[in-house]
């Protein structure tokens, strides 16, 4: 599940008053953790689960002055389902010279798919293996074992002075 919150409208015509969720979630069909669920959702019964995460009480004015539309957005969900090795073609299939794979939906290992440098990634991946250049696409940033950032959020989280 995927929340994201703010204050400001996102069109002109909304009231300046309201607090606006926008949120995701991919496990459509799973077990529900704050609400019964019998079949498809409605509005108020995602709302129930979105809150009991976030620690409010299922009767509260949040849950019940809400208004929640639901919609399917399967293009956009796709990208971040359980996947195995395989179900995407590789940018440059094996045995093949003249053919290539870019965007979002072939395979780059150790790369993080709905990115722009993910799309950028395999085109110059594609472009580098069916020319045969030496030189390669730049290595995947790996900030999460990065001591320094990681330095830097342990300082950030126990408010020390960066």
């Known amino acids: 599940m995927t929340d994201t919150y703010g204050w400001e409208t996102n069109t002109p015509d909304e009231a300046d008053a309201r ?4 949120g995701g979630g991919i496990a459509a069909m799973a077990a529900a953790a704050f609400m019964i669920r019998d079949g498809d959702v409605i509005g108020r019964e995602i709302m129930t689960e979105v ?64 990115t722009v440098e993910y799309s950028i990634r395999t085109a110059q991946w594609a472009v580098s293996s069916l020319l045969g250049l030496k030189r390669k696409p730049p290595k995947v940033y790996k900030g999460a074992t990065d001591p320094r950032v990681l330095f830097k959020a342990f300082k950030a989280l126990h408010d020390m002075d960066a």
């Open 51 to 114: 809150l009991g995460h976030l620690q409010f009480d299922s009767d509260s004015q949040a849950i019940l002055n809400a208004i929640c539309i639901p919609c399917m957005m399967p293009f956009i969900t796709s990208q971040f389902m359980p996947r195995e090795e395989g179900d995407r073609p590789q940018v440059v299939p094996a045995g093949y010279k003249n053919l290539a794979f870019f965007g979002q939906y072939c395979e780059l290992p150790n790369d993080v798919v709905f």
């Open 19 to 22: 607090f606006y969720l926008v």
